[in-house]
T-cell receptor, first 114, second 111 residues
Framework: EAGVVQSPRYKIIEKKQPVAFWCNPI?????LYWYLQNLGQGPELLIR????????DSQLPKDRFSAERLKGVDSTLKIQPAELGDSAVYLC????????????FGPGTRLTVL | QKEVEQDPGPLSVPEGAIVSLNCTYS??????FMWYRQYSRKGPELLMY????GNKEDGRFTAQVDKSSKYISLFIRDSQPSDSATYLC???????????FGKGITLSVRP
């Protein structure tokens, strides 16, 4: 069974530039999550999807961050414009329906904003 | 005070040692407790998952939850160099609620 796929693995951009991250969850997993992980910290939830519906986006900074999961499968997280403080690892995870306690994480995208 | 506090690291032990990793929490509504392992430049991987108080064993790993003290532990027996990683505790209030993670502790097992 293929795991959660994320791309790109690494991204370096200059501040004020836009950036997008892509995630393909494990096949059959209805729930998809985007997390932010700063160095030396645990992951923090940005947004959670049930199929194509964002059911928890309370921690997503909506002035510059946006996400979509149009067909309820893969998802894109965008930052526009990026700031220096956005440098972090962006993790995608998925879980089967009603099993939020069994989340499978992708390898993450390491973003560096210069 | 953060909802979940994890012992600061890093931790270095010799191969074969018993390792104890601990977290405390402040939210008494937490019911589900998880331990994740994260290798360098990889995503977290679920190791153990327990509900409410008690112990759960899986091979060399034992997860322990004491809800009365708001304290959880992960024990690793006969530690191996391959156990060298960052260990994150996580918990939530219900099956469909947000996971709250600790900061993680980096473990190094010396051959």
């Amino acid at each position: 069974e293929a795991g959660v796929v994320q791309s790109p693995r690494y991204k370096i951009i200059e501040k004020k530039q836009p950036v997008a991250f892509w995630c393909n969850p494990i096949s059959g997993h209805n729930t998809l999550y985007w997390y932010l992980q700063n160095l030396g910290q645990g992951p923090e939830l940005l947004i959670r999807y049930e199929n194509e519906e964002a059911v928890d986006d309370s921690q997503l900074p909506k002035d510059r961050f946006s996400a979509e999961r149009l067909k309820g499968v893969d998802s894109t997280l965008k930052i526009q414009p990026a700031e220096l403080g956005d440098s972090a690892v962006y993790l995608c995870a998925s879980s089967p329906r009603d099993r939020d306690n069994e989340q499978f994480f992708g390898p993450g995208t390491r973003l560096t904003v210069l | 005070q953060k909802e979940v506090e994890q012992d600061p690291g890093p931790l270095s032990v010799p191969e074969g040692a018993i390792v104890s990793l601990n977290c405390t929490y402040s939210n008494s509504a937490f019911q589900y407790f998880m331990w994740y392992r994260q290798y360098s430049r990889k995503g977290p991987e679920l190791l153990m998952y327990t509900y409410s108080s008690g112990n759960k064993e899986d091979g060399r790993f034992t997860a322990q939850v004491d809800k009365s003290s708001k304290y959880i532990s992960l024990f690793i027996r006969d530690s191996q160099p391959s156990d060298s990683a960052t260990y994150l505790c996580a918990m939530n209030t219900g099956a469909n609620s947000k996971l709250t993670f600790g900061k993680g502790i980096t473990l190094s097992v010396r051959p």
